[in-house]
């Protein structure tokens, strides 16, 4: 969505590195963060989300951080495997829909072992 | 348990043909979302329904898209007089809370094609 922007757009690490995917957003009301996980022939899956009163979360390997004085937010994977290789999509609500969210346009990870 | 359902998993029709898309989604979930995703794009919003009503229907691309859920469940997405560029997959998830603060539960969506 024109709101939500996400870079990269791909990403190839080796197995065990680490890997951050970047958004940016632009309604400064937005209070809901999620990332989801889309294989192939599927629907996007939640991975983790964060709301807008606290600056980071965990969840074993994965990780998100925000910053809302700068309207980013982050997802980190640690220890990579191959099975996160996937399609990745940050969101955000925005008001110009409802606050339905808006998907970023996706980054691409590849895991190779 | 159940998780959301589309169907059918696959739609091919001819350009000028009409069409409907169903979603069951998960049951108790108030709120139902439409999005389309193109290939190599984020999920589209389209519109969203809390209980019967249509929230919010802004992201519809013109009057040949309508959807309806008359009973607070079961939704239908409807594409009259279909056109080449509708060809995608479309998305329908569902959620328990209002729209921007619960997460979205997505099936894994119709891809149709219009030829």
């Known amino acids: 969505g024109e709101n939500v922007e996400q870079h990269p757009s791909t990403l190839s690490v080796q197995e065990g590195d680490s890997a951050v995917i970047k958004c940016t957003y632009s309604?400064?009301?937005?209070?809901?963060f999620p990332w989801y996980k889309q294989e192939l022939g599927k629907g996007p899956q939640l991975i983790i989300d964060?709301?807008?009163?606290?600056g980071e979360k965990k969840d074993q390997r994965i990780a998100v951080t925000l910053n809302k004085t700068a309207k980013h937010f982050s997802l980190h994977i640690t220890e990579t495997q191959p099975e996160d290789s996937a399609v990745y999509f940050c969101a955000a609500p925005t008001t110009n829909s409802g606050y339905a969210l808006n998907f970023g346009k996706g980054t691409s990870l590849l895991v190779t072992p | 348990g159940a998780g959301v359902s589309q169907t059918p998993s696959n739609k091919v029709t001819e350009k000028g043909k009409y069409v409907e898309l169903r979603c069951d989604p998960i049951s108790g979930h108030t709120a139902l979302y439409w999005y389309r995703q193109s290939l190599g794009q984020g999920p589209e919003f389209l519109i969203y329904?809390?209980?019967?009503?249509?929230?919010?229907d802004s992201g519809l691309p013109n009057d040949r898209f309508f959807a309806v859920r008359p009973e607070g469940s079961v939704s239908t997405l409807k594409i009259q007089r279909t056109e080449r560029g509708d060809s995608a997959v479309y998305l329908c998830?569902?959620?328990?809370?209002?729209?921007?603060?619960?997460?979205?539960?997505f099936g894994n969506g119709t891809r149709l094609t219009v030829t």
């Open positions: 309604d400064s009301a937005s209070n809901y």
């Open positions: 329904f809390q209980g019967t009503g249509a929230a919010d």
């Open positions: 998830a569902s959620s328990p809370g209002t729209a921007g603060n619960s997460p979205l539960h």
């Open positions: 964060i709301r807008s009163n606290v």
